[in-house]
Every structure is written in C-alpha cells, then in structure tokens.
C-alpha cells in the first residue's frame, strides 16, 4: 500500500487517465473529487462490502434451503 500526505488542491495520478484531487479537508472529513473514464467503475468501499455480504447472504440461504429441499 502506498501511502500518501495530500493538501488541498494537491493531486494523485493514477496510470494515464485517472486523478484524484483533494478538495478539502474539514475535520476528519476529506473531499476528494475522481476523474476517469467512464468505463471505470468507482464504488464507495461500504458500499461494495455490502453487496459482497447481501451476496454472501443469498448464497448460504440458498444452500440452506437446497438442503431442506433435499431431505424431503
């Protein structure tokens, strides 16, 4: 993992077409604004945990029931 101190204003470059830009910091809030292409999918890492867990949800409840199914 790269670690990096950033003020605002300041940006990051990721490979040829992304950038990350500071745009403020409040408190232990930072702002931070992305541009890449659109084929690029940019999710929150809460959100995408989320999904893995609802995911993960779905297939232990459908085991659960194939499983009941079965003995019957």
Not at 25 to 52: C, F
Not at 59 to 70: E, M, P, V
């Amino acid at each position: 993992m790269l670690v990096l101190s950033r003020k605002p204003g300041e940006t990051i470059q990721i490979s040829d077409n992304i950038e990350i830009r500071i745009l403020e910091v409040k408190g232990d809030t930072v702002r931070i604004g992305i541009e890449a292409p659109k084929s690029v999918d940019i999710l929150r890492g809460e959100l995408v945990q989320s999904i893995s867990d609802s995911n993960t949800e779905a297939i232990t409840l459908d085991a659960s029931l194939f499983s009941k199914i079965a003995k019957n």
